[in-house]
Nanobody, 126 residues
Framework: QVRLVESGGGAVQAGGSLRLSCAAS????????MGWFRQAPGKEREFVAA????????LYADSLQGRFTISRDNSKNTVYLQMNSLKPEDTGVYYC???????????????????WGQGTQVTVSS
């Protein structure tokens, strides 16, 4: 049974930091690209960051301006999202997702991911 379980969300003030974790189980983690997406209230889900499966290749949404860092630990089947200098517009539900053998050109495409977690809430106050 495939499971993706996010944790680490919470409420912080603008300028603060959070580290999200996503623990994966039930599939061969090392052969899956891992992505983070978010959805703000009343908005469409958007891509945040992705980490490829075959090399240390990362991709970020342009809007992040270098504030977030995605990493993965294949020995722990876990992907992380370090979020610094948080802004109120970063508020939303953050989801991790997994896609088997995903090519880099599709890393930002949510429809390419087959497995999703339940999400963790991030709230940034001004």
């Amino acid at each position: 049974q495939v499971r993706l379980v996010e944790s680490g969300g919470g409420a912080v003030q603008a300028g603060g930091s959070l580290r999200l974790s996503c623990a994966a189980s039930g599939f061969s983690f090392s052969s899956y690209a891992m992505g983070w997406f978010r959805q703000a209230p009343g908005k469409e889900r958007e891509f945040v960051a992705a980490f490829s499966w075959y090399r240390e290749n990362t991709l970020y949404a342009d809007s992040l301006q270098g504030r977030f860092t995605i990493s993965r630990d294949n020995s722990k089947n876990t992907v992380y999202l370090q979020m610094n200098s948080l802004k109120p517009e970063d508020t939303g539900v953050y989801y991790c997702a997994a896609a088997q053998l995903l090519t880099t050109d599709k890393q930002a495409d949510g429809s390419a991911y087959g497995y999703w977690g339940q999400g963790t809430q991030v709230t940034v106050s001004s």
